[in-house]
């Protein structure tokens, strides 16, 4: 048996863990009669930061997918390397990558992240909203001076409301801000959740079937 996801190494942005699903080929392509498919890219923890790929796997869409091998999206989870941040320009170049060699549907790409992925979701989408139809950052925060440029963008933020890592304020802010705008968002805060509000996020088949209700849209001002 192949492994459930492939160790795709990167000199331009980043390495990271590819999911493919069935029926696409190892090498990404595909027959002629096989549509594009949804494609997410999840952004890890700082804990997950290092060179060992499979650290990927403790969190996120990745663990996901491990379990889940008829999962029905191609999922990119990229790997920060230890003492950095995400780095915008690394993780667009890592989408031109993806884009090139899969079978990426470009009006179905979807982004989301927990914890420092968090921060990575919010501000990757405020510099790029056109790239995405849909977002999910879960336990992060972000600039709210730039969420004007997410107005457009369906969000769906999260947030364990006794974390104790990051504030739920981080993420109230970006909300308040976004419904300021008219911004199209969601907001699930889980009671009794501290830092980690991911598993029971990752787990709801809620999360994928929202994604999927969303294209991409033009973006304007």
């Not at 863990?17 to 190892?26: E, I």
């Not at 457009?152 to 990051?166: C, E, I, S, T």
């Amino acid at each position: 048996m192949p492994p459930v996801q492939q160790q795709i190494t990167s000199t331009d942005s980043y390495n990271y863990l590819l999911f493919l699903p069935d029926g696409l080929h190892q090498d990404g392509s595909r027959n002629e009669t096989q549509q594009p498919l949804p494609t997410i890219l999840c952004l890890h923890g700082s804990g997950e930061r290092g060179s060992y790929l499979n650290h990927v796997k403790k969190h996120g869409v990745a663990k996901v997918v491990e379990q889940q091998p008829d999962f029905p999206f191609i999922v990119i989870s990229p790997q920060c390397p230890r003492g950095e941040y995400w780095n915008i320009e690394r993780l667009s170049t890592l989408l031109d990558e993806v884009i090139a060699s899969y079978s990426v549907d470009l009006d179905r790409v979807y982004l989301t992240g927990l914890s420092m992925g968090g921060y990575g979701t919010w501000h990757l989408a405020a510099a790029q909203p056109e790239r995405f139809a849909a977002i999910a950052p879960i336990c992060g925060g972000g600039n709210p001076a730039q969420v004007h440029k997410l107005k457009n963008l369906p969000v769906w933020a999260f947030h364990g409301a006794k974390d104790r890592v990051v504030p739920l304020s981080e993420s109230e802010i970006m909300v308040s801000a976004l419904k300021a705008h008219d911004g199209n968002v969601k907001f699930t805060v889980y009671p009794e959740a501290d830092h980690d509000s991911w598993t029971q996020t990752y787990n709801n088949p809620e999360l994928y079937e929202w994604f999927l209700q969303h294209r991409r849209q033009p973006t304007g001002d």
